[in-house]
């Protein structure tokens, strides 16, 4: 069955710290992956979409890259306002999109 | 732009009573679907539509129903509730699965007693 895992769970992070948040996924026939950014109380909201091993997106702080396994979102010299929950997912079939369990980070002042 | 918006925001039910969590999306897509987000469990879709008059379960269809009369809307019933059913409840919406990303509703938080 298909399966996407995050790590960490959780993550707390000065500001200015640089990290890595890691989504590996094992399906059949990627068809894509995307990242979301949830806020407390607030519906996901979407980040990016990667489709091939060796690309990679940017946004502001962020960086997603991808591999045949897994994709890394990249967060650099991060400040209090990227405090948020971090998801990645796949799709499945026609319809669903898998979804990891997020990655809850923290950025402390 | 409205997007995506879920109606009501927080809801308390008793075992066995009934309701409908409304979504109604203005982007004119025709993919709609409904997950609902566990702790631990991540987002797991209930139903989803290709269309209006046309839907299918996902992976935790049972005690929920759905119907599409239209393409703005997609309600989403619970039949007759149990503890089992708190959770948060998010509708999305896109034009084309696989290919766009998801457009997610801010969510209902349930809490059946």
């Known amino acids: 069955e298909d399966q996407v895992t995050q790590s960490p769970e959780a993550l707390r992070l000065q500001e200015g710290e640089s990290s890595s948040l890691n989504c590996s996924y094992t399906?059949?026939?990627?068809?894509?992956l995307f990242w979301y950014r949830q806020d407390p109380g607030k519906g996901p909201e979407f980040l990016f979409t990667?489709?091939?091993a060796g690309e990679e997106k940017e946004k502001e702080r962020l960086k997603a890259t991808l591999t045949k396994k897994e994709s890394f979102l990249h967060i650099t010299a991060p400040k209090p306002e990227d405090s948020a929950t971090y998801l990645c997912?796949?799709?499945?079939?026609?319809?669903?999109?898998?979804f990891g369990q997020g990655t809850r980070l923290t950025i402390n002042p | 732009n409205a997007g995506v918006t879920q109606t009501p925001k927080f809801q308390v039910l008793k075992t066995g009573q009934s309701m409908t969590l409304q979504c109604a999306q203005d982007m004119n897509h025709e993919y709609m679907s409904w997950y609902r987000q566990d702790p631990g469990m991540g987002l797991r879709l209930i139903h989803y539509s290709v269309g209006a008059g046309i839907t299918d379960q996902g992976e935790v269809p049972n005690g929920y129903n759905v119907s599409r009369s239209t393409t703005e809307d997609f309600p989403l019933r619970l039949l007759s509730a149990a503890p089992s059913q708190t959770s948060v409840y998010f509708c999305?919406?896109?034009?084309?699965?696989?290919?766009?990303?998801?457009?997610f509703g801010n969510g209902t938080r349930l809490t059946v007693t």
């Open positions: 999305a919406s896109n034009d084309r699965f696989g290919d766009s990303p998801l457009h």
């Open positions: 997912a796949v799709p499945q079939g026609a319809q669903k999109l898998v």
């Open positions: 399906v059949s026939g990627l068809r894509g």
């Open positions: 990667l489709y091939s």
